[in-house]
């Protein structure tokens, strides 16, 4: 397994291995077990030792077709690889993670995922803001185009359905 620098990760690391599946922003398995230091088999065995503390909001597990539709977007080879489903990690999954997992590692690696979280929802807030002004300025706009808008209707309804010939016409002799 690769190594990371034991300095905190840099956000954008963090950010690439953020993924929407089932409308909700998660990190799987394999991507916390890299950025944590350990195998996945031991994150995932601590994570069904203490199961009581990952309801659904906080954990799930990909169905077959998520995991296929996934390895075709990331790019991972089906040969060899995991038995067994990825496991997807709310924010507050992460959060809980650091208490399973219980490393200063861990501990490191989880401060800097929730910094990541807290900066992608506010640009995603800054995202939305901008969104509603643009919905606005299409009311307002729509309303002041709405002459063309009739305009062009009437001369669709005005077309008595011939077309004029195009190219040049000659004459035969």
């Known amino acids: 397994m690769p190594e990371i620098s034991q300095s905190l990760v840099p956000l954008e690391l963090i950010e690439s291995r953020i993924y929407l599946i089932r ?39 990909l169905s077959k077709k998520e995991d296929d539709n996934l390895r075709c977007q990331i790019g991972t080879s089906s040969w060899g690889g995991t038995r067994y489903l990825p496991m997807a990690f709310t924010e507050q999954g992460v959060a809980m993670l650091s208490s399973v997992l219980n490393s200063k590692r861990a501990i490191m690696v989880n401060i800097q995922i929730m910094r990541t979280f807290t900066k992608l929802r506010e640009m995603i807030a800054s995202h939305e803001d901008l969104r509603m002004k643009l919905e606005v300025l299409e009311k307002r706009y729509d309303e002041q185009f709405s002459i063309v808008f009739d305009a062009l209707r009437k001369m669709i309804e005005d077309d008595d359905g011939t077309k004029p010939l195009i190219g040049f016409k000659t004459e035969e002799i």
Do not use: C, H
């Open 23 to 61: 409308g909700k922003k998660v990190m799987l398995d394999f991507n916390l077990a890299f950025l944590y230091g350990v195998e996945v088999r031991y994150l995932k065995r601590s994570v069904k030792r203490n199961f009581d503390r990952f309801p659904d909001d906080f954990m799930f597990i």
